[in-house]
């Protein structure tokens, strides 16, 4: 049912979304590091996050009879400037995540495999929240710059993020 390049795709995909999971889960420890307990929390929910993205996407290839391919995956980044350097980097591969989803879309399209495209349509609204809501702490450590107090205040609004129910596919 899959096309070969879908499938190579898709895998390429899970693999990325598992090491996204890594990657959270290192920015958490650069923030546990530092006693910021709600900004490792959020991370440590993101990884979360992305762990049940890469589910998501091996149940879809194993539901269509196809192969689930593990790669090794990259040594995460643990060395950032700031937290501010954190979040940036968080943002870019947020990005670069959805660039990559957009991509797979346009070629489930090509190839009419309108099953795929639909499954994936989740995943591109999900990376425009991540997005905005990456940007907005972003936007937050700016204005707060190197002021302890406000970093202290955004650790625990961020402390108050809850685990999100699993969307419907
Ligand atoms: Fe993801
Ligand atoms: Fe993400």
């Given at each position: 049912?899959?096309?070969?390049?879908l499938?190579?795709l898709?895998?390429?995909?899970?693999?990325?979304?598992?090491?996204?999971?890594?990657?959270?889960?290192?920015?958490?420890?650069?923030?546990?590091?530092?006693?910021?307990?709600?900004?490792?929390?959020?991370?440590?929910?993101?990884?979360?996050?992305?762990?049940?993205?890469?589910?998501?996407?091996?149940?879809?290839?194993?539901?269509?009879?196809?192969?689930?391919?593990?790669?090794?995956?990259?040594?995460?980044?643990?060395?950032?400037?700031?937290?501010?350097?954190?979040?940036?980097?968080?943002?870019?591969?947020?990005?670069?995540?959805?660039?990559e989803l957009n991509e797979i879309s346009s070629v489930a399209s090509e190839?009419?495999d309108?099953?795929t495209a639909g499954f994936l349509d989740?995943f591109l609204?999900?990376?425009?929240?991540?997005?905005?809501?990456?940007?907005?702490?972003?936007?937050?450590?700016?204005?707060?710059?190197?002021?302890?107090?406000?970093?202290?205040?955004?650790?625990?609004?961020?402390?108050?993020?809850?685990?999100?129910?699993?969307?419907?596919?």
């Open positions: 049912m899959l096309t070969e390049k499938e190579t898709l895998n390429k995909q899970l693999n990325l979304e598992l090491f996204s999971a890594y990657t959270y889960l290192a920015m958490g420890s650069y923030m546990d590091e530092r006693s910021l307990d709600g900004f490792a929390h959020w991370m440590k929910l993101q990884a979360e996050e992305e762990l049940q993205h890469a589910q998501k996407i091996y149940t879809y290839l194993s539901d269509l009879g196809a192969k689930v391919r593990f790669e090794a995956l990259d040594r995460p980044k643990q060395e950032f400037d700031s937290i501010l350097d954190v979040f940036q980097t968080a943002l870019e591969h947020e990005k670069k995540l959805a660039r190839e009419r309108n099953t989740w609204n999900e990376q425009v929240e991540e997005v905005a809501q990456t940007n907005t702490i972003c936007d937050k450590l700016k204005l707060i710059g190197e002021d302890g107090q406000g970093i202290l205040l955004l650790n625990n609004e961020l402390r108050d993020r809850q685990r999100e129910a699993m969307a419907e596919e």
